[in-house]
């Protein structure tokens, strides 16, 4: 059993930047990536990034390439989201992912409980 866990969302002004972790338990060969997703109020879940353990190959959504950086560290089994230049659109609950990779949700069949992040104006 994959078990994952968030942390690090919080509040922050626009501009600001933060770092999100996901702490990862269980790894097998059914998930050999890591992805990001996020989800507004009223909004389905919406890809982020993703990365493979392997090869550190990443990906990104439109809205986050050039401003958010997936990575990883396999000794710690734990996968970051760096975060800068933060807009009040990034505001959603963020959920790191467990499984083949890509951008469907579908993919990924274990996730975390999620963190919050609220980006004001």
């Known amino acids: 059993q994959v078990h994952l866990v968030e942390s690090g969302g919080r509040r922050v002004q626009a501009g600001a930047s933060l770092r999100l972790s996901c702490a990862t338990s269980?790894?097998?060969?059914?998930?050999?990536?890591m992805g990001w997703f996020r989800q507004a109020p009223g909004k389905e879940r919406q890809f982020v990034a993703a990365?493979?353990?392997?090869?550190?190959?990443?990906s990104y959504a439109p809205s986050a390439a050039g401003r958010f950086t997936i990575s990883r560290v396999s000794a710690e089994n734990t996968v970051y989201l760096q975060m800068n230049s933060l807009k009040p659109e990034d505001t959603a609950v963020y959920y790191c992912?467990?499984?083949?990779?890509?951008?469907?949700?579908?993919?990924?069949?274990?996730w975390g409980q999620g963190t919050q992040v609220t980006v004001s104006s």
């Open positions: 992912a467990a499984g083949i990779g890509g951008i469907d949700t579908t993919n990924y069949a274990y």
């Open positions: 269980g790894r097998t060969i059914s998930t050999p990536a």
């Open positions: 990365i493979t353990w392997g090869g550190g190959s990443a």
